[in-house]
């Protein structure tokens, strides 16, 4: 079984601090791909990263990094200098290789205040 | 490119009624999926196709939902009949492969929210 957590219900920010999202997984898969989506009040899902398993090279873009350790089973994604369009919610998902479902986290929804 | 197309953006009934939502995929992506978000919750997989075949359906109520997708292009999802608690956003993704498979991301439409009264 699959399951991903984002124990950070809601996060407030002020613009221009950094904040970080975090995500923990489980599964028994030794192949599996990770993401994060991005959801706007505009309601689609953009999508923002996906790591495989093997590759647990911390990624920067931009403003976004993500930091993924498989020793503690985490994926957080950290914005840095905050600006108020990335007020939205924040997905966390996991999928194991193949024609397998996406499970998802609950969502951290982040409000960045001006 | 064009996103993923989904119609109707929202919709309200009555309990026990029908309703039909459509989704256009991007073109050229063999996988589409079905996902119901309930509000405060991640989304969950309802159906999964492969072209016009399903891959997975398990989370699928199949006694009221249904969903087909004919040609392997656009789907439809019914409900019928609607109960209060299928109130939510339902949103149809698609992907070149099988989002796990390679790791292709899937692209998602804006959703269309029902509202069950």
């Known amino acids: 079984a699959q399951k991903v957590t984002q124990a950070q219900t809601e996060i407030s920010v002020v613009e221009k601090e950094d904040v970080t999202l975090d995500c923990v997984y489980e599964t028994r898969d030794t192949t599996y791909y990770l993401f994060w989506y991005k959801q706007p009040p505009s309601g689609e899902l953009v999508f923002l990263i996906r790591r495989n398993s093997f590759d647990e090279q911390n990624e920067i873009s931009g403003r976004y990094s993500w930091n993924f350790q498989k020793s503690t089973s985490s994926f957080n994604f950290t914005i840095t200098a905050s600006q108020v369009v990335d007020s939205a919610v924040y997905f966390c998902a996991l999928s194991p290789g193949g024609y397998q479902k996406v499970t998802f986290g609950t969502g951290t929804k982040l409000q960045v205040i001006p | 490119e064009a996103g993923v197309a989904q119609s109707p953006r929202y919709k309200i009934i009555e309990k026990r009624q029908s309703v039909a939502f459509w989704c256009n995929p991007i073109?050229?992506?063999?996988?589409l999926y079905w996902y119901q978000q309930i509000l405060g919750q991640g989304p969950k997989l309802l159906i999964q196709?492969?072209?016009?075949?399903?891959?997975?359906d398990s989370q699928l109520p199949k006694d009221r939902f249904s969903a087909e997708r004919l040609k392997g292009v656009d789907s439809t999802l019914k409900i019928q009949p609607a109960k209060l608690e299928d109130s939510a956003v339902y949103l149809c993704?698609?992907?070149?492969?099988?989002?796990?498979?390679?790791?292709?991301?899937?692209?998602f439409g804006q959703g269309t929210r029902l509202t069950v009264v």
């Open positions: 073109s050229g992506h063999a996988t």
């Open positions: 196709f492969q072209n016009n075949g399903v891959v997975d």
């Open positions: 993704a698609s992907s070149l492969g099988g989002t796990g498979y390679r790791g292709t991301e899937a692209f």
